[in-house]
């Protein structure tokens, strides 16, 4: 994901409760997130995507690791056995869950653990091709709204989805500013996993034009009512 330093903790925190909400299925109690550190230094700095502390319904604590791969990576399973090393030893005595979460074009074709002479390791891995888009489109949730950029478009103009992600969120929002703003940071977070470089100036326009209906996604700073 991009730089999560100039990404608020509460956006981070939205972020994970939609992620676990909506895309994991995780029975979570959405109060009790709390975001922990995720950079650890051994000879280089690594930095997990997502870590956070949740409860599920009846009231276990457990962390919650969450990594977003546009790409296939053979080394997939033994970076996240990493991260599981890295987090438990900062994080003891809680139960940890792993999930990676694919958004690439190309057919998924990382392994979902890793298989040694003495141990077997497994994530959950969820592949974004396979989660409908209509799904979180046709929803009237803020939340599924800005998730749905993460999924396959299959032959939709992604100019059009990301059109409609803002005016929908716009719709929904409009009388509040304040989170319209939040959800717009927090699809700016989830584009930078995906290639619409050209679509990244939007949150700026959206911004700072909240008024605007619709939005071009040029990269450019035009407004379409």
Known sequence: MPDKDIVSKETIRRLAVDLATWLLKLPIDPDSLEVLATEHQRIEDRRADLVVKLRDREGE??????????????TMPVRMMRYMTD??????GLPLRQYLIYIGTDPLTMP???DGPDFRYR????????????HLLEKDSPDALVLA???DFGNRDPRTVVNHIYTRLRALLGDNPKRFREYV?????????RDFR???EIHIVARRRPNCAL???DGGENCVM
């Open 123 to 134: 994530y959950g891995v969820l592949d974004m091709h396979r989660v409908d888009c209509r």
């Open 215 to 217: 939005l071009r996604c």
């Open 112 to 114: 979902e653990g890793l």
């Open 185 to 193: 940071d927090i699809l700016h977070v989830l584009s930078g996993n």
């Open 149 to 151: 950029i993460l999924c």
């Open 61 to 74: 604590s457990f962390l919650l690791h969450i990594e977003i791969q546009s790409n296939n990576d053979a």
């Open 87 to 92: 987090i438990l030893l900062a994080y003891p």
């Open 198 to 200: 050209s679509c990244l």
